[in-house]
């Protein structure tokens, strides 16, 4: 393997080519989380599902708890960083991945999830990464299953492809994403908001 590429567009000081990597080099370790079942209470651990992750974000609109009594291992809590991989869905939505850029400490996640750690990673960049179109095309290509009921077992995602360059250049443009993602965000509450006054104008 060992290719290599240069983006045309790059920050400035950074000359390196970007090297041509397989996913399974970078894993240092895979786990799925909790089989603890949701509760009908609204006051326990909120628990993150398949359906809570998205491409490259998390919807927590439709938000399932534990039980208030239910005790949690701490490798079954999610914390700033974490990259998320869903296992099990639909054969269109499975495969979904995205970092958590949420509080640490408060969230569980559960068996149908895995949690990537990543060796020379920045996994804010590599939230952007994983969502492009080349990486999803050879995700989905690793899914086993029916049309409404579809697996990918992490372990067959070890020869996916794509290219990084140095964990430095990665954390920069992790950074320069998730800023113009905060900017894209507050844009559409004001603009929200907008559309609320002047309805409520007339």
Known sequence: MNKRKTPAIRFKGYQNDWEQRELGNDIESIQTGTNLLSSESKTGTPLLKMGN????????NKLEYLDESDTI????IANYGDFFFNTRNT???????????????????????????????DTIFF????????????IHARATG????????????ETVEYFVPSLEEQSKIGELFIKLDNLITLHHRKQKRMKICYFRSI
């Open 146 to 157: 029916t049309t409404s009921v579809a697996a990918i077992y992490p372990r067959a995602l």
């Open 91 to 121: 054969m269109e939505l499975v495969g979904k991945g995205a970092t958590w850029v949420g509080n640490s400490g408060i969230y569980a996640f559960n068996s149908n999830i895995a949690r990537f750690k990543f060796r020379d990673i």
């Open 53 to 60: 992750i998205q491409r490259g974000y998390f919807d927590l």
């Open 73 to 76: 291992e701490p490798e079954n």
């Open 127 to 138: 939230n952007y990464l994983y969502n492009t179109k080349g990486v999803t095309k050879q």
